[in-house]
């Protein structure tokens, strides 16, 4: 059975920011998207970005030029890294992995069948 297991530093400083790891138990990166989502109290699981199997990366707008998704398949490992964190960035952080839709990585969190078991980021002004 696949894991994930999510490890990071969780309360950070506005402005700051913060790299966020997600290692598999077993390698299951190969032709699998591998993506970040995140969740505010009563909010829903917002997708953050995702990485695909060519390396190709992609970024919700609100993180987009902050933040860098990549992956060291021989580590079998996913890293976020988010700069200039705001109040936007609290939450709790997920990654999870799954199938591809047409050639293409989704953003529905039910399209997706591994998690991590989530590590919450908070922001301190």
């Known amino acids: 059975q696949v894991l994930l297991v999510e490890s990071g530093v969780g309360s950070l400083q506005a402005a700051g920011s913060l790299r966020l790891s997600c290692s598999s138990s077993?390698?299951?990166?190969?032709?699998?998207?591998n993506v970040w989502f995140r969740q505010a109290p009563s909010r829903y699981r917002q997708w953050v970005s995702a990485?695909?199997?060519?390396?190709?990366?992609f970024y919700t707008d609100s993180v987009k030029g902050r933040s860098t998704i990549s992956k060291d398949n021989a580590k079998s490992t996913l890293y976020l890294q988010t700069d200039s964190l705001n109040p936007e960035d609290p939450a709790m952080y997920y990654c999870?992995?799954?199938?591809?839709?047409?050639?293409?990585?989704?953003?529905?969190?039910?399209?997706?069948?591994?998690w991590g078991q989530g590590t919450q980021v908070t922001v301190s002004s």
């Open positions: 990485i695909d199997p060519d390396g190709s990366t």
């Open positions: 077993r390698f299951t990166y190969l032709r699998r998207c």
């Open positions: 999870a992995t799954g199938p591809l839709y047409g050639g293409a990585c989704l953003i529905a969190p039910n399209l997706y069948d591994v």
